[in-house]
């Protein structure tokens, strides 16, 4: 029994925060700040009449990742679909101005952020637009003080909304297949734009527009890994050491390689036409094939990140 | 959304030595388990939020046996459920008290 949970907890996807927290990391070099015990839980769930998470919902701590120090929050996607609240916000945005504030002298070599998120938490919205504001912020002080922050995305919330926001400030992202990065979601959408635009039920579709696939060779991820804990953790390892650096030139160099890019194929209507533009072989099967193949294809030129 | 809490007496003190642990997801059909090493060796107690009310008489029924299976002396926990079927609460019972004897 003891080998098919080790099976299960090793898949990133099908892992809990806290799972992911253990398997990414150090063995036992997790330390908890504001732990369950503490019950840092929402003040607004219960006028909802909703019960709330003791960790409400993102777990934060620092520990090692092959010996380095570092810094990380895991969102628990299947709790409130890993939405941002004020607590939960908070503990984020505590855990980035801590990196900031001890940068340099002994602070940590990056801080890692499992996200796992649909976004704001209708709830308490207010509160959670503002902790998204402030996330983005605090992530900028972070990377100016030299100290890198990786996004490592697989679940099964995504990272959509402000979730989404915060994932493309990060200075590397790492996807396996089943993660989806995106701002308005596809229910969100089709919601306002109706089943014409966009048909949220068609995940192909959902997976061909901001699926990992599609965001890896555009551009907009770094790294596509297979689904297991331990490739997150490889991936992290390798990218803490080749995060650019925050500067001006690195963000006009950028801007310069999304001008392009949308010059390029912005007027293509769906994924498999990028890739036949781009040359890429087998277009139309780019999303049934596996990771293995998947992994050899040569990403489209120049979809590397210049400013991440 | 109910709240109660359901007390016990045990016949001993909970095995290990961790002071407290968690195991599971306030998710539908699933519930948080937080459990703590706070209380007299002889006593434990459950404290129920549930998204779903109407059914403490079942609560009590799976708990009140659970306490008679493991005698968890010494253990409060506490539960933020989203519905979980009576043997998913058991399972969860039953897991975090192997996780507070567990090595830490």
């Known amino acids: ?308 | 959304m109910e709240q109660f809490q359901v007390h016990g007496t045990a016949k001993s003190r909970a095995g290990g030595h961790r002071r407290q642990a968690t195991t599971g997801v306030n998710a539908s059909g699933n519930l948080e388990v937080l459990v703590e090493r706070v209380l007299p060796d002889h006593e434990c107690q459950v404290e129920v939020a549930t998204a779903v009310a109407g059914f403490r008489t079942v609560w009590e029924a799976v708990i009140e046996e659970f306490f008679e299976r493991t005698s968890p002396g010494g253990l409060r926990f506490s539960i933020n459920d989203g519905g979980a079927r009576p043997d998913t609460v058991t399972l969860r019972l039953m897991q975090s008290v192997q996780l507070m004897e567990d090595e830490a």
């Open chain 1, 1 to 308: 029994m003891s080998n098919l949970v080790q099976a299960v907890e090793a898949n990133w996807y099908e892992a809990s925060a806290r799972e992911r927290i253990t398997g990414l990391l150090d063995a036992e070099s997790f330390v908890e700040v504001l732990g369950p015990e503490q019950r840092a839980t929402s003040p607004h769930l219960a006028q909802f009449d909703l019960t709330g998470a003791f960790d409400d919902g993102i777990v934060v701590g620092r520990g090692r990742l092959d010996g380095q120090q570092v810094l990380l929050a895991a969102q628990e996607g299947r709790f409130l679909g890993g939405a941002f609240g004020e607590v939960h916000g908070a503990k984020l945005v505590g855990l980035l101005r801590a990196a900031r504030d001890s940068a340099g002298r002994a602070g940590p070599r990056a801080v890692l952020l499992l996200l796992d998120t649909g976004g704001v938490r209708l709830q308490e919205a207010n509160a959670g637009e503002l902790a998204i504001s402030e996330i983005i912020h605090a992530i900028v002080e972070v990377r100016s003080a030299g100290i890198p922050v990786l996004a490592l995305v697989g679940g099964r919330a995504g990272a959509f909304g402000g979730g989404g926001i915060i994932t493309a400030c990060c200075s590397r992202i790492v996807v396996s297949e089943h993660a989806r990065v995106s701002v308005s979601g596809p229910e969100v959408i089709e919601t306002n734009k109706g089943v014409e635009e966009f048909d949220s039920k068609d995940r192909a579709l959902v997976w061909r527009v901001c699926g990992a696939r599609t965001r890896y060779l555009t551009g907009g991820v770094d790294r596509y890994v297979k689904g297991s804990i331990q490739d997150f953790r490889e991936a992290a390892i390798a990218l803490i050491a080749h995060s650019p650096p925050f500067k001006l030139a690195v963000l006009k160099a950028e801007q310069q390689r999304l001008s392009d890019r949308l010059q390029r194929f912005g007027d293509c209507r769906d994924a498999p036409e990028i890739w036949r533009k781009a040359g890429l072989p087998e277009p139309e099967h780019i999303a049934e094939i596996s990771d293995d193949a998947f992994l050899a294809i040569q990403r489209i030129k120049g979809a590397d990140h210049v400013a991440r």
